[in-house]
């Protein structure tokens, strides 16, 4: 009976956090000095992250993107790395192209998921 309980208070709390199906698909390739400036300064932190949380982390290969092997819709091809794209169900939303540094880069992405998703850092707050 108390298992009962434990399991419907987790539904009742999952029910009651916004349902995002957003991620951000970064594409990288090999030897890319931005991807891995990237890497170093938000890699480990992204998915801790009231942002990383709301869109987790996606990563896809330059050469992938541009042979067509990812499977979202995008207006225009990818051409620089790295990139990074917000997708929700399948639709690319907008992106970042380019890595311009630790403030920017979080000031950039939380504009995007805030007008693309509605994205509210207060909703995605670790507990």
Known sequence: MRLTAIIAAA??????LPAF????VMVEQPGCVYCRQWNQEIAE???KTPEG???PLVRVQLTDAQDGDIDFETARPVNFTPTFI?????TELARIEGYPGEDFFWGLLTMML???VGFDPATHAEG
């Open 53 to 55: 949380r709301a869109a």
């Open 21 to 24: 199906a957003a991620e951000l």
């Open 86 to 90: 917000l997708v929700e169900d399948g």
């Open 11 to 16: 539904l009742l709390w999952m029910a009651a």
């Open 114 to 116: 805030k007008a693309q």
């Open 45 to 47: 932190t992204y998915p």
